[in-house]
């Protein structure tokens, strides 16, 4: 089994700066794509950026720009530094991992609130 532990969501004022983190657990596991989803009340869930074991990085129109992503892949953790934050920002923050065992499966972590006050 695959475990996610997200942290660093939190309340900011527009323009201010949090940084996510999910550490992704699991004997037996390698992970490929790691990423952050985001949904805020009465929207569906979108793609907020995610990174691949190789490093590419694909962002969400919304976020580019302000946004960063990373990983440390020796920690199997990714991390999300949001900059210049807007209150359209407020949303439910969702950490979403591809994981290699037999197969290829798909975890999400358990969300972490971002509310950015204007």
């Known amino acids: 089994q695959v475990q996610l532990v997200e942290s660093g969501g939190g309340l900011v004022q527009a323009g201010g700066s949090l940084r996510l983190s999910c550490a992704a657990s699991g004997s037996m596991f390698s992970f490929n794509a790691m990423g952050w989803y985001r949904q805020a009340p009465g929207k569906q869930r979108e793609l907020v950026a995610s990174i691949t074991s190789g490093g590419s990085t694909n962002y969400g129109g919304a976020v580019k720009g302000r946004f960063t992503i990373s990983r440390d892949s020796a920690k199997n953790t990714v991390y999300l530094q949001m900059n210049s934050l807007k209150p359209d920002d407020t949303a439910v923050y969702y950490c979403?991992?591809?994981?290699?065992?037999?197969?290829?499966?798909?975890?999400w972590g358990q969300g972490t609130q971002v509310t950015v006050s204007s």
């Open positions: 979403n991992v591809l994981a290699v065992g037999l197969l290829e499966y798909e975890y």
